[in-house]
């Protein structure tokens, strides 16, 4: 019997390596290798986007990675399965350079997955690029795997709560309806339809995560059976108080998380001084909004705006400006285009 552990986007890193943030990747990976272990998984996949910044890599983060996840993972045993995705990738549309490749030197219980992979009769499949699309289709489509993994874009799942991805789809979803299940990373909220499964991300990420539940799932490769497991972490908070209920929220579940708090424009002032006192107290970084207030209370992810490897180049010949700038350009297309 063979189990395995999926794990959506991490994006260790983003947020400028905000501290906090850092903390929750900590925890939650702390989490996963220990659930890992009690259900008996052999390996876990995590679908891509294991790093959110696609052309740094932070020395310090990496020695956190190595200390908090790395030496468990090998203390453990278990195999880690990093997938290539989007936010992996210095070009876009270019499989040449990914910032993930570092972690096989680190372990031997890590494997990047760079190109298709078979792992039981699981596929994992890196992010799909005008570089990879024709192997990786006809890898589908030679394939006779029950299970696919990978990163994909497809159209009508949701993005996050309060957007329904409208993409250009690399290979359409008709093209993996032979598999049983397809779970796919990319996406940071669980989106079911049909035999396609986005698990989102295994933490709240921003403010558009307010409230959202979060899963890790392991799958059983022989009776397929799947466990949805809900992740016990919270890192952004929103409320309202008034003079009612203040108390029940004033507790140090406040701590070392991004909290906003909502309050009424009438509320008595010497009150609302008394309580901000107390609440800042557990945490000194609390936002205070008043309901009117125009300002915006949720930020959100963009699926990814990087420029491709063509408009970069496009880009520094605009910059040059080299004679016959107009034919150089549309030479450089011909050619990028085969």
Excluded at 119 to 124: F, G, K, Q
Aim: net charge negative; proline share 2%; glycine share 4%.
């Amino acid at each position: 019997m063979s189990k395995i552990m999926l794990v959506g986007d991490s994006h260790w890193g983003i947020s400028g390596c905000n501290q906090q943030m850092i903390k929750q990747n900590i925890n939650v990976w702390n989490y996963i290798l220990d659930m890992a272990k009690e259900y008996g998984c052999e390996a876990i996949i995590e679908t891509g986007d294991f790093l959110d910044k696609r052309k740094e890599i932070d020395a310090n983060l990496l020695d956190i990675i190595k200390y908090n996840l790395i030496e468990k993972l090998d203390k453990y045993q278990i195999k880690l399965y990093m997938n290539v995705g989007n936010h992996n990738l210095y070009y876009r549309d270019s499989s040449a350079v990914n910032n993930i490749s570092i972690f096989q030197s680190l372990s031997n219980n890590i494997k990047v997955i760079e190109s298709p992979t078979k792992l039981y009769n699981i596929d994992i499949i890196p992010w799909i690029n005008k570089e990879n699309i024709d192997t990786i289709k006809d890898y589908i489509v030679n394939s006779n795997s029950k299970y696919c993994v990978g990163h994909f874009e497809f159209n009508g799942f949701n993005f996050d709560k309060s957007r329904v991805a409208e993409v250009e789809e690399k290979l359409t979803r008709s093209t993996f309806n032979f598999y049983k299940k397809v779970f796919s990373g990319h996406y940071h909220i669980r989106s079911e339809k049909d035999n396609v499964l986005y698990v989102g991300t295994p933490h709240q990420l921003t403010w558009i995560d307010v409230d959202v539940e979060k899963y890790i799932y392991i799958l059983d490769t022989d009776t397929d059976d799947l466990i949805e497991l809900v992740m016990p972490f919270e890192m952004f908070k929103q409320f309202e108080i008034d003079e009612n209920n203040w108390q029940e929220y004033c507790n140090d579940d406040l701590k070392d998380k991004k909290v906003k708090i909502l309050y009424e424009d009438n509320i008595d002032a010497k009150f609302f001084n008394d309580i901000q006192t107390k609440f800042t107290q557990i945490n000194p970084d609390i936002q205070f909004i008043k309901k009117s207030s125009k300002k915006k209370l949720q930020d959100k992810v963009t699926l990814d705006e990087s420029k491709s490897l063509l408009d970069s180049i496009i880009d520094y010949v605009d910059n040059i400006k080299p004679e016959n700038q107009d034919k150089i350009k549309s030479l450089i297309k011909k050619v990028y285009n085969g």
